[in-house]
């Protein structure tokens, strides 16, 4: 099969490049032929994605139509497998060109002006559809610019609307929670347009057993950024009673405040910020570790990171925000604590270092758990099997079969 990766940037910058790249590479083993179209921003790591996508198309925002039906064109695919990419003239493209479309919805970009589902004031999760309450009085029209410049940008609520009714006619949508696809149905996308393929990363050589030593290693991997909730992390981790030492791997715009935060609660000595640690080397933190932790406020559509301590046989103590249930079985993997609850949260932390037996039986259940339900294997051949369904028979979008028209 001809599959035509869509994708907004190429290159390794997170955790949807990451997916995209490994995904093409392990179709591409099973005798597939796999292409490119990406953005024409700046990237990194392009070396790797050179050698997975023989054939590659960069489109510019000025011209998106003409370079995708360009690209369609030349390379002739089956099936488009679409990422990020939210320009309405390539979706408009997309939807004209008669290929059958499967999209990869990675996040809450699609039907949130903000992103994340989340107020960046209050912190409480959203639970609403996208509608007039996004402009007020959310104020998510006005949201934060990651690049360079104003820090501020303005989102338009219509051309939202008009993305959420360009995707209810892509053929299908793929999303790694039950949680993300209620958030889909809660926005008027089809049932059985959305299918559940937890994008789990491309499992790791065994990295031995955590050594759960009396050092009582805590270890959390991720950004320090508001949403992950590094602070409150910290905050909880200032009522944990037995000795320990936790470390952070990671970096992000809330870094020196948490640096500050962690002095004044007094955890100098206990709490190390190590920075930015590259994938294959955190797995060096979990051998020497008794737990993992992620204090995540925002709703995580999935939270691989728990999802590969798992795999060391770590057992995990997270809030219970987005996807992380579905995961996380309380009491069996680890403890899903109540959101933002900073006391459980020590407690549970406090009953994992005191009880190393305790710790070791949920770390194995994990790996059992990782194994059983999050197999790379699986993942892949749940996507050739969706992939040939959706090839076979492309006519009929989702919006069509329910007699809806878009």
Avoid at 322 to 337: A, K, P, Q, R, T
């Amino acid at each position: 099969m001809r599959l035509l990766f869509v994708h907004e940037r190429m290159g390794a910058l997170g955790g949807a490049e990451a997916n995209v790249l490994v995904t093409a590479e392990a179709l591409g083993q099973r005798g597939h032929v796999v292409g490119l179209v990406h953005g024409s921003g700046p990237s990194q790591g392009e070396a790797g994605w050179r050698e997975v996508f023989p054939e590659r198309f960069a489109v510019d925002p000025a011209s998106g139509h003409t370079d995708l039906a360009r690209a369609l064109a030349a390379f002739e695919p089956d099936l488009v497998f679409l990422h990020k990419f939210s320009d309405p003239a390539v979706l408009d493209a997309l939807l004209a060109s008669g290929r059958p479309v499967v999209r990869m919805v990675h996040d809450h970009d699609l039907y949130c002006m903000r992103g994340y589902k989340y107020n960046v004031l209050t912190r409480k999760i959203c639970r609403r559809a996208a509608s007039a309450f996004c402009v007020l009085p959310c104020g998510a029209s006005v949201t934060r610019n990651p690049g360079a410049g104003f820090p501020l940008r303005w989102v338009s609520y219509r051309a939202k609307r008009r993305e959420i009714e360009q995707n209810r006619n892509l053929h299908r949508l793929i999303v790694a929670t039950d949680y993300m696809r209620t958030e889909l149905l809660r926005n008027g996308f089809a049932p059985e347009q959305i299918e559940i393929h937890a994008p789990v990363p491309r499992a790791a050589p065994a990295a031995g057993n955590p050594s759960f030593s009396d050092r009582n290693l805590i270890v959390y991997a991720g950004q320090i950024i508001r949403g992950k909730g590094v602070d409150v992390l910290l905050e909880s981790l200032a009522r944990v009673a037995p000795p320990f030492k936790c470390v952070i791997l990671g970096d992000g715009n809330q870094r020196a405040d948490c640096e500050r935060l962690s002095a004044r609660l007094g955890l100098h000595g206990r709490v190390t910020f190590a920075g930015f640690v590259p994938q294959a080397r955190i797995a060096d933190y979990y051998r020497d570790a008794s737990l993992a932790v992620m204090s995540s406020l925002w709703p995580e559509p999935f939270g691989a990171t728990g999802l590969e301590a798992m795999r060391c046989g770590l057992p995990v103590v997270a809030f219970d925000a987005g996807g992380i249930s579905e995961w996380l079985l309380d009491g069996v993997n680890g403890f899903l604590v109540p959101w933002k609850d900073r006391t459980t949260f020590a407690a549970r932390v406090s009953t994992l270092l005191g009880d190393k037996p305790l710790a070791r039986r949920l770390g194995e259940n994990g790996r059992q758990v990782a194994h059983e339900r999050f197999n790379f294997v699986a993942y892949i051949d749940g996507l050739e099997n969706l992939f040939s369904r959706t090839a076979a028979a492309p006519a009929a979008r989702p919006t069509e079969l329910c007699g809806v028209t878009a």
